[in-house]
């Protein structure tokens, strides 16, 4: 499952994409949210990690773009240091659990 890391500070948002590759989740980083939309409404992602310097009105529209998107979670970060061990607390976690869940609609057995 791919993860989309939105966040204002280039060299936070290299940190976050280095841990999640280094643990074996596919993930793209972008700082602005032009960017941002092109890759949701491009490709497919299954999270969405928003930074804690993203402007709220931003982030409202980005979570709402996902949403139509069919982003399967929406992550709010903030980080703090050590930013490695942020990432595997935080935010691996929450996408492990995002990938483990059903399509919607698909049939339960």
Known sequence: MRTLVLGRTPAR?????????????????????????????????????????????????????????????VIDGALTEPFDAYVRREFEPLIREAASQREPGSAHM
């Open 13 to 73: 948002v290299a940190d976050v994409l280095a841990t999640l590759r280094a643990d074996g989740f596919e993930a793209a980083g972008v700082s602005t949210d032009e960017e941002a939309r092109k890759l949701l409404e491009s490709e497919e992602f299954g999270v969405l990690i928003i930074g804690g310097g993203v402007e709220p009105d931003s982030r409202a529209a980005m979570k709402e773009l996902a949403a139509e998107r069919r982003v399967r979670r």
